[in-house]
Structure formats: C-alpha cells, structure tokens
C-alpha cells in the first residue's frame, strides 16, 4: 500500500510539478471571512428563499425596514424611523435619503411596495413558497390565495411617496418590527420587473446590503464584496466573504483545520458528533455552544390507539431520562425539555421560559407504571401492543434507541424502530402515517407564537392530530390582543394544555448550536435562532 | 460493418426510451414531491406551485409532457435550484467531473497496464506478487477508505496537499489516487492474465522462432492481444468516472456530477433526476459504442464477420 501510493505520488508529482509554480492563491486579503454553506443556495431571489442557506448569503446582501443589533434588539435599517398607530395595526415607514442599490440607484418605498406584492402574487413564476410571511399584511392571505381579492391595490402595503412607506396589517403584530428585519420582508430591485432571472448569476445581481455578490461559481463558491454604495459603508471591516459549498462535514472540519475556512458548524455547516464531544471533552477554546430556539420532541399520534389516551402519552414521556439522553448520547450541551416553547424566546420582560416554567411534569417511572396500566384499560387493552417509532436518517437513530431501551426498561413496553429517508418521513407524519415520529421545530420569530400556533385544530403543521377548541380560543385572544403581558398569559395556558393536560407531544430537549470559530474573528452576531451575521465581522490576527 | 453498428445504434435508442420512461415511472412512485418539507406550506401555496410545474396533472399526461420536450432536447428547469436548467447544471457540474475523471483515467491505464505486464512478464517473481498483493487492497478497500485516509495524512496531518477544492494543479492529486486506485487494481490485473495466456501461445512462440526481439514481441504482438480485456473494461470504466464518483467528490467536496445525482434523488428533483440519469445512460452507452468501434481495429475477426464472433 504504503509502495503503491509513493509510486502514484511521484507519478502525479511529475505530472503536475512543472505547473505547481502558479500554484494555489494563498489566504488573500486579511480582513477575508470564509464559512462553509453545505450546499449551493437554492435560491437567492428574495421571493424565492425559504431555507437557512440562501437566509444567511442574504444576511449580507440585503438590508430590511429595520435590522436586528447584536443582542437581537430592533434597530433601524432602511427605514431611519416609523411611527405606529393606536391599534398597532398600522406602521408608517420613513426611509432614510442615502440608502442605494449596489449599482447607486437609491432604495425607495417602491422597492418595498414592489417586492412584497411580488412574493404575494399567486401567479408568480415559480410562485413563492414562503408567501405567508407575509400573510399578517392586510389581505395578504387572501390575494395569495385568490380568496376574494385579487386586485393588488387591496393589499396592506402602499409607497406613499420614494420615502414613505405604509403598512396595514390583519392583527396587531408585536413582532412586526423583528418581521421586517426578516428576508422574505427584504425589497427587490425593479430589474427583476423586466428580468426574472434576476438572481440567478452574479452579474446581474442588484442588492442594497452591506455587500454585493462579486462571484458565484454555482455549486462550488460565492464571494461577497463591500457595496460601496451602502449608507453604513464604514460600519463594514470586512473586504471579501467567501463561502464554499461542501457537504462532507468531516471535509468542512478538516478545511477549518487547515485554515481554509474561519467558521464553521453551525447555521449552514455541521461538526461531526464524535469529533463536537472530542472539543468538548479538551474543552477547545474555538468552540462555541449556543441555544437556538428550536425543541426536539416526538409526536404521539393522538388519533390512534393506545396513543390518543392521555394516560398513555403521559406514562411513555414520564419515564425516559431527559438528562441521561442530552449527557450520554446527543452530547452538545443540550437542555432537557419538559415544555414546548424553546429557551431564547422573549416574553413579556424578559426570555419567555425564564417568565413560565417548564414543570408541566416530571420524570417518575413509578407514575408512569400506574398510568400506563391504567390508560391500557381504559382503552380496553390488558398489555401495551408493540408499536413503531419513526424517525429519519442521521443522529435520530442514536436517540431513538436510548429511548426505546428505556421504555423497554422502565415499563417493560417493546417497541419497533423504524428509520425512513426524510421525504418519506415527512410524507408519513403529515399524514398522520405513524404511532410515534420524531420532530423538531424551530422559532420563526421571536415569539412564543411561533411554537404555539402550530398545534390549533386543523393548523397546516399540526401533524399530531391534536384537537382541542379551549386551546385554539387561547391562540385566537392571543392573536387579537396588543398587550403583551395578555398575549404571553394566553399562550402560556395554551402550552400547559398541550403539554400539561394533555401531553400531545413529548418535548425532549432544547436545541443548541455548536461553531467553531478562529480567535481572530471578532464582532460576529448570533441571534436567538442561530442565524449568524457576518456583515460587521472584523479581522483581528 | 454499417449493418452491425446500426444495430448497435438501433440498440441504444430502444433502451434509452425504456430507461427514461423506467426513471419516469418509478420516480414518480416514491413517496414526497420537490416541495415536501418540513414546516408544511399553506396548501393552496403549495397546490399554486404544483399546477406551476404541471404536477398536479394526471401521471400520464406529465409523462406524455416530459417525453414530447425531451424529444426537443429540452431538460427542463430544476425544481430545487431555481431559475437553473438542468442542461446547465449538468454542462456545469459534468465539466469538474470529467476533468478530473480524465486524468484519473488516464493514470488507471498507464500505470495499469504497466504493473500488469511487468508482472506477467517477471511472472511468479517477487514484482509480479507485489503487483498483485497491491492489485488486491486496490480492489478490496472501498475508495471513500482510500479518500479519507489521504486526506488526512497528506491533507491535515501533513499538509502537503488541500483538503479541497481544485484552485490548483496540485489539487488534483488526491481526488486522482482516490479514484483511479481501483481502475488500476482491476486493469493490472485483467492485463496480467491475458498477458500470460498470450505469451505462451503458438504465435508468440513463432515469432520468437522468427527471431523477433523480445521488445517487438512484447509490443507488436503481445500487447495488442493482451488489451483486448481491457479495452472491454475501458468502456464502462470510462463512463463511471467521468460522471463523477459519489464519493470522492464529496469527500474533496469538488463540484462535480456525482452529488447532484444523489441530491436530485433526496430533493426529489424530478427533472434534474431525469436529466442525470439520461445523461449518464448515453455517456455510458456512447462509451460502449465506440468500445465497440475501437474493437473493430484491435480485433479484425469482427469485420470479417459482421459482428458475430464467439468469444
């Protein structure tokens, strides 16, 4: 082996070594940034992106109404101020005269108007899959779905003049003002009117953030530059990102070793899980472990028997070992969950799990016996049938298995595991194809909301079966009211029915991030769900 | 000679429609579509998006479509990757991996060939067993084994060589040992073989007889005959690894044909999973086409007879 490969080295060496002189560019400009994004961006077309990828090439390219500081506070982008009406249902948006596109023409109210009627249009070509972010807008819902109203006019949005912009909306949105910071709430250059593959290469591409694209090598890399024409070009250190499309997380790793990459893990990359405990365990200075705001748990399918018994789904959630699980398997610093709403969610004052506990129930194996044999019978069932858990490929194995050894152990319960590639997966937890599935949920925004809604009767991810009217009543006050100690307080009772009452999920653990990044990276910000903005990052070897 | 490559041209059509509407068909059985995800779309979204792409049509009519525009060379745009066609992802993504396929091609026969008639020629000697002992790991460790090895020991722990990319010549030597060790493997050791049986045969024996130098023996009339497996083999072979190896290229996380091909599958992707697979089927079948052809000149039985020789 050792032979052949000294033979094929030399070989290939003399192959190559005339060449080798004009060899590989060395690691560039020193206030260079590199990260890993896994895969190319499916879409860069602010209408079109949906996914973390494209959200975090966007991070540096746009810039919304306002932008969120490093502490995941509102602050102005765009818009340098906005005045809100009584109800909360009206926002006026004033833009600030100097913001431009990367090619000067200046960013207008227009633009605004222009890109959030486009993302709405139901004749769109593709039409935009992530529309309803923008559904809190006045008709929103309604022109996307061609339901009743089809005259754009009619929707919430309306450029006043080049400066102004005027914003109704359905309900009163406390978090609107985190919304706009929001990509999909991002304007859209009027080339695109004339051009629909706008976004498709980087020359044409028009953007009024912090930076412009300079190169996209589809599939393999994409360089962002400072735009020289953004209002806070001082703001900006950096003078080239670069992000490279590698799938292999152990190939990411392995890149950062060798300085070929500043950043890496998490959002768009990924540390080996073996490799994350190896950091941890040495206690690497480079690694950063965060929480994201998202929560792991199963679903119990509410619908089918012995699950849609309470005593049932309270016995199995009641007698796993949370802390064992995060400790002993997934290893990432984890939070055991015993709620629903993930930690890094505002409340009313403060983080919204800080303000309401997660003690809706505790661990106890002698309970879970006595519940379980008592739910059997009320179902009619002397012992539990065998049943399946579902899950898709990766890490899901490895906790599933703990799981299940310890509902075997504990309650003498057996059950078959069942591993399914991902569409499949989903495919059969829509559609209620499972006895218990794994999932996951992560925040959209920065409200308790964005987990709460989820599980109304008939909710488009309500993929439990869960039906409960007092708990849809509560999502429904919640939405209604402005007042935000009213709000929590509503959805805090919804979460104790979900969870407490009727325990119609089993919440696992809390969601955290692992990245390792270079000393010399400084002035990055992550925000309660993970996302990372680079456009303030500086370079200090 | 015309009549026997029409039929293989004949040949190749036929199961090209067959493999297309095979793809068509069983694609469309797996369960999930393109816009299957996680954090479910409003249905009527995602019933706007399917009538887009003509999916909510009868199964037979979406074919009866995909098949019309096919016979216009037309692959259609990528459902994931928007406002990509798939003939541009696959003209993109196709240039890496044939560049990188071709050296690592170029390499298996050079070097194959070569440890292969040294072996046979030195037959039972200590060259001819390490040629073969090296064949054996070559054939026996998977390449994502061989990948990863490298790229540790001559990418992190030694940098001599980058993890990943291919900004530069050097680049090119991992993905290239990682790809073409097993080609060697196999090629020195089909070379071997024949070459064995060839050189105790009756016209070898004559053309020593002749008085013929051992070098011209070797070349002119050895070699010709002792390739003849591995140009069978080159065929395939070739089509493989210029499409691009799953593996290495994500282990050297080079831009090539191989990922896509395994992505388009998860994404359901279901016009870039057409145009890859056809892609591939007439890479493949032009490879074995003109192995076919290049037959004709090794071995002139074959013209002589039309195609038909028991072999």
Known sequence: ?541 | MARYLGGKLFNIIISLLVLATATFFLMKAVPGDPFTQEKAIPPEIKANIMAHYGLDKPLGTQYLVYMKNLFQLDLGESMKSQNRSVTTIIKESFATSAKVGAIAIIVSVIVGIYLGMMAALRHKKLIDNAAMFIAVIGISIPNFVIGALLQYFLGVKFPIFTVQGLEGPLDYVLPTIALSTLPIAFIARLTRSTMLEVLTSDYIRTAKAKGLSPHAILWQHGLRNGILPVVTYLGPMTANIITGSVVVERIFGLPGLGGHFVESISNRDYTLIMGITIFYAVILMAARFITDIVYIFVDPRIKVSGGVVKK
């Not at chain 1, 260079?32 to 190319?40: D, V």
């Not at chain 1, 040495?282 to 679903?299: H, M, P, R, W």
């Open chain 1, 1 to 541: 082996m050792k032979k052949k490969l000294l033979v094929l080295v030399s070989l290939m060496l003399v192959l190559t070594g005339v060449l080798s002189a004009c060899g590989k560019s060395g690691s560039g400009a020193d206030q260079e940034f590199r990260m890993n994004l896994t895969t190319e961006p499916p879409s860069l077309d602010v209408s079109q992106a949906q996914d973390q990828v494209s959200f975090t090439v966007l991070t540096g390219l746009f810039e919304g109404l306002t932008r969120l500081d490093a502490t995941g506070k509102v602050v102005p982008g765009v818009a340098e101020k906005w005045e809100v009406s009584d109800d909360s249902k009206k926002y006026t948006f004033h833009l600030r005269s100097d913001a431009k596109w990367s090619n000067g023409d200046p960013v207008t109210a227009q633009d605004f108007e222009y890109s959030w009627k486009r993302t709405l249009d139901p004749n769109l070509n593709p039409p935009a899959p992530y529309a309803y972010q923008l559904y809190y807008i006045k008709n929103g819902a309604k022109y996307n779905t061609k339901d009743g109203v089809t005259d754009a006019a009619q929707l919430g949005v309306k450029a006043i003049d080049e400066k102004t912009l005027e914003v109704e909306l359905e309900n009163p949105t406390p978090y609107f003002l985190n919304l706009t910071a929001f990509f999909t709430l991002y304007p859209i250059h009027k080339s695109a009117q004339t051009n629909a593959n706008w976004a498709a290469e980087a020359k044409d591409y028009i953007s009024n953030g912090p930076f412009k694209m300079s190169a996209w090598k589809h599939g393999d890399s994409l360089e962002l530059v400072p735009n020289e024409n953004y209002w806070a070009k001082d703001e900006i250190k950096l003078s080239k990102v670069k992000f490279s499309m590698v799938a292999d997380a152990n190939t990411e790793l392995s890149m950062y070793q060798t300085g070929k990459l500043d950043w890496t893990g998490k959002p768009t990359g990924d540390i080996p899980v073996e490799q994350l405990d190896k950091f941890r365990k040495e206690n690497n200075k480079e690694l950063q472990i965060k929480g994201v705001a998202s929560t792991y748990y199963y679903n119990f399918n509410n619908e089918k028997k012995p699950f849609n018994n309470v005593k049932v789904r309270k016995a199995l959630s009641m007698a796993i070992n949370r802390t064992d699980i995060v400790e002993k398997v997934t290893k990432a610093g984890q939070v055991p969950a015993y709620g629903f709403v993930s930690t890094g969610i505002f409340g009313v004052a403060g983080e919204y799990r800080s303000e309401v506990k997660d003690d809706y129930f505790k661990e106890d194996v002698a309970e879970a016996k006595k519940l379980l044999a008592e739910g059997l019978q009320e179902e009619g069932m002397t012992e539990m049938p065998e049943f399946t858990l579902s899950f898709n490929e990766g890490l899901h194995k490895t906790v599933a298995e703990a799981i299940a050894n310890m509902w075997k152990e504990n309650l003498g319960v057996n059950v078959k595991l069942e591993v399914q590639e991902w569409k499949v997966f989903l495919k059969n937890r829509q559609s209620l194809n499972y006895d218990i599935a794994r999932a996951g949920w992560g925040a959209d925004y920065n409200d308790p909301m964005t987990f709460i809604d989820m599980f109304t009767t008939g909710g488009g991810n309500n993929d439990i079966g869960f039906k409960n009217t007092e708990y849809d009543a509560l999502v429904k006050e919640a939405y209604a009211t402005n007042d935000q100690k009213a709000r929590v307080d509503a959805m805090a009772k919804a979460e104790k029915i979900l969870i407490g009452d009727n325990q119609a999920i089993m919440p696992i653990y809390y969601y955290t991030s692992a990245q390792l990044i270079k000393p010399y990276v400084k002035n990055y910000s992550v925000d309660f769900s993970g996302n990372l903005d680079y456009s303030r990052i500086t370079i200090e070897k």
